[in-house]
């Protein structure tokens, strides 16, 4: 795994082996970037369910002005600082230690997000949960996006009660990608 593009371009990144982490794949992560390539400078990015923090990394590189990530494991909170370290993009992120549903509320203090990406373990109906307390807290720019990765087979019926609009979904095989956006008048 690495940092595709910007200033830590190439640069490897760790990640733990063996454990209920599910990297995002380099073809997955220069997609996904496409897609957001003229929103990442100088945002606001929130990387939920972090993992490695390649994502939120890679968006630091491509010149995102902040970046939070949010994770709770320590080993995998360990190797984000260390992933940061490396490429020389700590001094314009933050790591969050906790739980996500946790954490957000603590969140709302802070100036919201321009992109909130969360990638929460598959098939455990945290996308759900995760959506339904972001709606509620207003972590994100009114002209902001959120992305969601999950299983291609996760069930998103319920999305029509919160006040998002599916703009775009993408789906790569064994993952896919949702994009919202605010509804107008939300």
């Known amino acids: 795994m690495r940092v595709i593009a910007g200033t830590a371009r190439s640069m490897p990144l760790r990640t733990v082996k063996g454990m209920d982490v599910r990297p995002t794949?380099?073809?997955?992560?220069?997609?996904?970037?496409?897609?957001?390539q003229f929103r990442?400078?100088?945002?606001?990015?929130?990387?939920?369910y972090a993992g490695s923090g390649s994502i939120g990394i890679e968006a630091l590189s491509r010149g995102a002005a902040y970046?939070?990530?949010?994770?709770?494991?320590?080993k995998i909170q360990?190797?984000?600082?260390?992933?940061?370290?490396?490429?020389k993009l700590a001094d314009r992120a933050e790591l969050i230690k906790g739980d996500v549903l946790t954490v957000l509320p603590l969140l709302a203090a802070k100036e919201p997000f321009d992109i909130?990406?969360?990638?929460?373990?598959f098939?455990?109906?945290l996308e759900k949960d995760t959506l339904f307390?972001?709606?509620?807290?207003h972590l994100l720019?009114?002209?902001g996006v959120i992305v969601v990765e999950a299983a291609p087979e996760t069930d998103f019926s319920w999305l029509e009660l919160l006040p998002y609009n599916m703009t775009k979904k993408k789906v790569y095989g064994q993952s896919m990608h949702l994009f919202l956006s605010e509804k107008r008048g939300s």
């Open 141 to 143: 720019k009114e002209s």
């Open 67 to 74: 970046a939070a990530f949010v994770e709770k494991d320590r």
């Open 25 to 36: 794949t380099d073809r997955t992560k220069e997609t996904l970037f496409n897609i957001l």
């Open 78 to 87: 360990n190797l984000i600082l260390e992933n940061l370290t490396f490429t």
């Open 116 to 121: 909130i990406f969360l990638d929460p373990p």
């Open 123 to 125: 098939r455990k109906g």
């Open 40 to 48: 990442i400078p100088d945002c606001r990015f929130l990387d939920l």
């Open 133 to 137: 307390l972001l709606s509620d807290l």
